[in-house]
């Protein structure tokens, strides 16, 4: 590979890595693992307290949501910088396998949106259940190419313990409102204190929505050097 060809791979790279991921246009949920992203360089509306920060502390009660179960906030296991200091949790070692934190937020009718989050899946060798963010089956109410909006981990999902940033399209359809909610089900096992944990809840207007930005590879990093090295170097002996 010539000079030229060189820089402009490095190039390519820098632009593959710092492109933004636009919203799709079906409801096939899209999963990025937080080792992937930069967590936090995303632009989504949060839900009100769509963070789990409030109230400070951890409780059994966060604030906006309704819960069922042994959902909590607590401190995240796996996090990132931009989780901050709560996350929702669902525990296993009361028994259940279905805990949830729900609430309805006002929307626009017929708008495109995307639902987000961050989620982990902490069940591990067939014990444990499946991970859930949805729109409470609003599958009679939302057009039938976006029914159902589920994002889903189920249990045994490679790398789930460490989590995603997960991300699905919709249309509002004629509602004025949805139900969100966070949960797991369809346990299985012995079931583990922590079944799984979310963060960062969002629906954001398809419009404004920005996906977070990628980690470049370390190939593509190798490439960047390379090429700046080169720039540099012409850049000093056209300047002697």
Known sequence: MN????????LGSVLVATMLF????NAVPVFLPLSSINPGTEHVTLLPNGDFESPAGGSAFATDWTRSNDMVTSTPVNGVASDGAEVAAAHGDGGHDVNTYQQTIS?????????????????????????????????ATIPADNAGVQIEVVLG???????????SPFNSGPNTSLTVRVFTDGGVGTLPTLLAQWDNV???PASTFVAPIAVPEPTALALIGISGMSLLARSRRALA
Do not use: E, Q
């Not at 999902?157 to 991300?167: D, E, L, M, R």
């Open 22 to 25: 636009p919203a799709v246009a």
């Open 202 to 204: 969002a629906i954001t």
């Open 157 to 167: 999902t490679a790398g789930s313990s460490n989590g995603f940033f997960a991300y």
């Open 107 to 139: 929307v626009n009718p017929n708008t495109d949106y995307v639902l987000s989050g961050y989620i982990w899946d902490f069940g591990s060798g067939g014990s444990g259940a499946n991970a859930s963010i949805d729109l409470n089956d609003n599958a």
């Open 3 to 10: 000079r030229n060809h060189l820089i402009m791979a490095a």
